[in-house]
C-alpha cells in the first residue's frame, strides 16, 4: 500500500515536483517503457521451474502466496524470470498483478513483461497496477464470455507520462526494497509452511515431547 501511495504521489499528484509534471518528462504508451515476453516452452522440459496458473495470482496485492507443482503445467506454457512483472489476462478485471520472486512457469493467459530499462522497473509494476491501467486493459479485452486483455492494440499502447530515467532510478531506489521485503515474504512463509508441515505429524503421534516447554 505504500509503494501505491508514493506512486500515485509521484506521478499522478506530482507532489515532489511542486504539484507540476517536470518539462522533461514524456507523453508515451506502456509498450515504450514495457516488453511483452513470449519464451514458450514444451510439458516436461524443466522440471525444476515453479508452476504459476492465473488463478493462483492474488487480486489486488503483489504478495504471492503460493505455486503449483511442475507437474501440473500441461499447455499453453510460457516461462518468466524473476522481476517480470506478470499480469492475469484473461478476465484482466481481477486485476492479478505481481512481481514474480523467482523464475518459473506460467500460461498465455498471463502478460510477462520486463522494462527495457531496469531504473523503470518499480514504475511500471505500480504503472500497470493503478486501477485506470486494469480499466484500460478490460475495455481494449477481445472476447465476450471469457474476455482476454490483449497488448497490441490494447494495454500496450495505454498512454502514460514517462519520467526521466534520473526520477525512475530515484523512485526505484525508494520502492524497491519495499517490493523486495513482499518477494522474500514468499519464501519466508513458504519455509515455515514446510517446517509445520514436517513437525504436525511427529506433534499428533507424540513423537515430540513439548509437554515441558515453558510457553
Same mark, same amino acid.
Given at each position: 500500500?505504500?509503494?501505491?501511495? *508514493?506512486?500515485?504521489? #509521484?506521478?499522478?499528484?506530482?507532489?515532489?515536483?511542486?504539484?507540476?509534471?517536470?518539462?522533461?518528462? &514524456?507523453?508515451?504508451?506502456?509498450?515504450?517503457?514495457?516488453?511483452?515476453?513470449?519464451?514458450?516452452?514444451?510439458?516436461?522440459?524443466?522440471? =525444476?521451474?515453479?508452476?504459476?496458473?492465473?488463478?493462483? @495470482?492474488?487480486?489486488?496485492?503483489?504478495?504471492?502466496?503460493?505455486?503449483?507443482?511442475?507437474?501440473?503445467?500441461?499447455?499453453?506454457? +510460457? =516461462?518468466?524470470?524473476?522481476?517480470?512483472? +506478470? +499480469?492475469?489476462?484473461?478476465?484482466?478485471?481481477?486485476?492479478?498483478?505481481?512481481?514474480?520472486?523467482?523464475?518459473?512457469?506460467?500460461?498465455? =493467459?498471463?502478460?510477462?513483461?520486463?522494462?527495457?530499462?531496469?531504473?523503470? *522497473?518499480?514504475?511500471?509494476?505500480?504503472?500497470?497496477?493503478?486501477?485506470?491501467?486494469?480499466?484500460?486493459?478490460?475495455?481494449?479485452? &477481445?472476447?465476450?464470455?471469457?474476455?482476454?486483455?490483449? #497488448?497490441?492494440?490494447?494495454?500496450?499502447?495505454?498512454?502514460?507520462? @514517462?519520467?526521466?530515467?534520473?526520477?525512475? &532510478?530515484?523512485?526505484?531506489? @525508494?520502492?524497491?526494497?519495499?517490493?523486495?521485503?513482499?518477494?522474500?515474504?514468499?519464501?519466508?512463509?513458504?519455509? *515455515?509452511?514446510?517446517?509445520?508441515?514436517?513437525?504436525?505429524?511427529?506433534?499428533?503421534?507424540?513423537?515430540?515431547?513439548?509437554?515441558?516447554?515453558?510457553?
Amino acid at each position: 500500500q505504500q509503494a501505491r501511495s *508514493l506512486f500515485k504521489a #509521484w506521478f499522478v499528484d506530482f507532489d515532489p515536483f511542486a504539484n507540476t509534471m517536470l518539462s522533461d518528462w &514524456k507523453k508515451g504508451k506502456l509498450k515504450d517503457i514495457l516488453k511483452l515476453k513470449r519464451q514458450s516452452i514444451k510439458t516436461g522440459e524443466n522440471t =525444476t521451474l515453479p508452476y504459476l496458473p492465473i488463478d493462483v @495470482i492474488p487480486m489486488r496485492t503483489f504478495a504471492l502466496t503460493d505455486f503449483k507443482p511442475n507437474a501440473e503445467a500441461q499447455s499453453s506454457l +510460457i =516461462t518468466f524470470d524473476k522481476d517480470d512483472i +506478470i +499480469i492475469g489476462a484473461m478476465r484482466v478485471y481481477f486485476h492479478r498483478v505481481v512481481l514474480a520472486p523467482c523464475d518459473g512457469i506460467t500460461r498465455t =493467459t498471463c502478460f510477462t513483461l520486463a522494462p527495457y530499462n531496469n531504473e523503470y *522497473l518499480s514504475f511500471a509494476l505500480l504503472c500497470c497496477d493503478q486501477e485506470s491501467s486494469i480499466d484500460y486493459a478490460q475495455s481494449t479485452s &477481445k472476447g465476450s464470455t471469457m474476455p482476454y486483455a490483449i #497488448w497490441e492494440g490494447g494495454l500496450g499502447d495505454m498512454e502514460i507520462i @514517462i519520467p526521466t530515467p534520473e526520477i525512475a &532510478k530515484k523512485f526505484n531506489e @525508494i520502492v524497491l526494497p519495499m517490493l523486495r521485503q513482499i518477494q522474500n515474504s514468499y519464501f519466508e512463509n513458504n519455509r *515455515l509452511r514446510e517446517i509445520r508441515n514436517a513437525l504436525l505429524p511427529r506433534l499428533m503421534s507424540d513423537e515430540v515431547d513439548v509437554s515441558n516447554l515453558d510457553l
